[in-house]
């Protein structure tokens, strides 16, 4: 049966892996950097698991969205804004350093705003133009946008990662009176101290009864919307336009009784106007630490900038391959280096239980032992090696391939039939760790296969039942591997 199900691997594109029978329409919302900030350390996360989790859900047979909900509208906008016209200074889309300068206006109009109540106010009378529609100031806004989106899209092209739509909070602008006006309709929401409310009784932490009162807050006092409000017309909009059976929604921990109370008030709204509910899923993540056992920060006490720890990643790769390999030519040493480097942020990301927090350490991340990406790239490279000592393709010697016989090999046919179980616990609960984790546990079954067992004996018989033992390694290690977003190189 073992030989069987091995064998009939060789032809097919989804390696065992069948399609759901009953294909799913998944919107899976993650990133969501703030406009006019540079992604830092703490988007890591959102960006690598969203990104996985709709791989995974594709490749099962579901119809996926990528949703990057952005931040872009607000408060804030109001503050920069006002500090770009203050400081006279024309924005430059084009320039490499224009988020450089949003950023150091937005914190420059910060403490402004902050130590003089009169430039506050100034603030919100700025914010008050651009979402009454005044032309200069959408103009102004617009290419703030899209300064942040372009230098997000450099960052994302580094992990190859493509969204399907960019639809920020300034989107649903328009969409928020209507959640008012029905939350009021269904008896749902109540005028609390100037602010729309939604309380829930059957929770006693969102209780009106609560010791510390948790309300959810859709409107506030001064009639402006908030998270809530957008992300309850979010929600209508995928429902309706995405037709959405399922939304998953990718966070920091910290939010989840905003998530909590977000499904409990979508719950009730649904069902009080008769309309169907998508599965609503938060998947919440843990916090990365550095050494201190602290949430990394540079020394100043910023958040750790994104495109820094790539470049710094790509630096010690490189350095890493160099050493290992000195005689290869340098750029293809470049090039090597830097599919190292984001494979082993995106798989210390992911091979870690989301849930969980994680120490982020250099060493560990690029280290060709233990369960990380280097060492299941360099797994891929030894099976691939075998290949090319025989002048054989991936796939070719199975000619009369008789059944596995070692205890070793049959170890490792067992585990490549593995996949699909993989696979599908990894979506069912949202933790793609299990797929790393079956990935680690393939490439130990190989190496003590090939430890075990030579592969090309002089037996015809033998060395066939093994190159295809070889040969289904090298695809289902591979096609795992980008699912997690990591692409397998030839050599290292």
């Known amino acids: 049966f073992i030989a069987s199900a091995i064998s009939s691997l060789a032809t097919d594109p989804r390696l065992g892996v069948a399609p759901a029978a009953k294909p799913k329409k998944i919107l899976v919302d993650f990133s969501s950097p703030n406009v006019a900030k540079p992604m830092h350390v703490g988007h890591i996360r959102s960006t690598i698991l969203g990104d996985c989790l709709v791989r995974v859900a594709r490749f099962l047979g579901h119809e996926v969205t990528a949703d990057n909900h952005i931040g872009d509208w607000g408060t804030n906008f109001g503050i920069l804004i006002l500090a770009i016209r203050r400081a006279g200074f024309q924005l430059d889309a084009k320039s490499p350093t224009a988020l450089e300068d949003l950023e150091r206006l937005y914190k420059e109009g910060s403490l402004a705003t902050k130590a003089d109540p009169a430039l506050m106010d100034a603030a919100r009378a700025e914010l008050a133009k651009l979402q009454s529609g005044d032309a200069a ?203 190292i480097g984001v494979a082993a942020m995106r798989y210390a990301d992911l091979s870690s239980n989301r849930t969980m927090d994680y120490t982020f350490s250099w060493g560990k991340l690029l280290a060709f032992e233990g369960n990380t990406a280097p060492y299941l790239m360099y797994a891929v490279v030894r099976v691939r090696s075998i290949f090319r000592k025989s002048g054989l393709a991936v796939g070719q010697g199975e000619e009369g391939a008789t059944d596995p016989e070692t205890p070793a090999e049959i170890a490792l046919a067992r585990k490549l039939l593995a996949f699909t179980a993989a696979l599908d616990q990894a979506l069912e609960e949202l933790r793609p760790h299990h797929l790393c984790t079956y990935l680690h546990e393939l490439a130990a079954a190989y190496g003590a296969f090939y430890a075990a067992d030579s592969v090309l004996v002089d037996d015809p018989a033998v060395k066939a039942r093994r190159l295809m033992l070889c040969a289904r390694t090298t695809s289902i290690m591979e096609c795992g591997l980008r699912l997690l977003g990591i692409e397998p190189v030839e050599r290292m």
Request: net charge neutral.
């Open 137 to 339: 100031s959408l103009a102004l806004w617009k290419e703030i946008v899209e300064v942040s989106n372009a230098a997000c899209q450099r960052i994302y092209d580094q992990f190859g990662l493509k969204t399907d739509v960019i639809l920020g909070e300034s989107f649903y602008r328009d969409k928020v009176d209507q959640v008012y006006a029905e939350l009021a309709k269904h008896k749902l929401a109540e005028e609390s101290e100037g602010a729309l409310v939604v309380w829930h009784d059957e929770e006693p932490r969102f209780s009106r009864d609560a010791e510390t009162k948790m309300p959810f807050i859709v409107r506030k006092k001064d009639g402006s919307s908030n998270y809530a409000s957008t992300d309850l017309a979010t929600l209508l909009y995928r429902a309706e336009h995405f037709k959405a059976d399922e939304i998953v929604y990718v966070t920091d921990g910290r939010q989840q009784d905003h998530f909590h109370q977000l499904f409990l008030t979508g719950d009730k709204w649904f069902k009080a106007s008769g309309r169907k509910l998508p599965r609503l899923r938060h998947v919440w993540f843990g916090t990365i630490l550095g050494s201190d056992g602290k949430a990394i920060k540079t020394k100043s006490g910023d958040p750790v900038r994104l495109q820094e720890l790539i470049d710094q990643a790509e630096k010690l790769a490189f350095e890493a391959v160099t050493s290992k390999n000195p005689d290869l030519p340098e750029a293809e040493r470049k090039a090597i280096g830097k599919a």
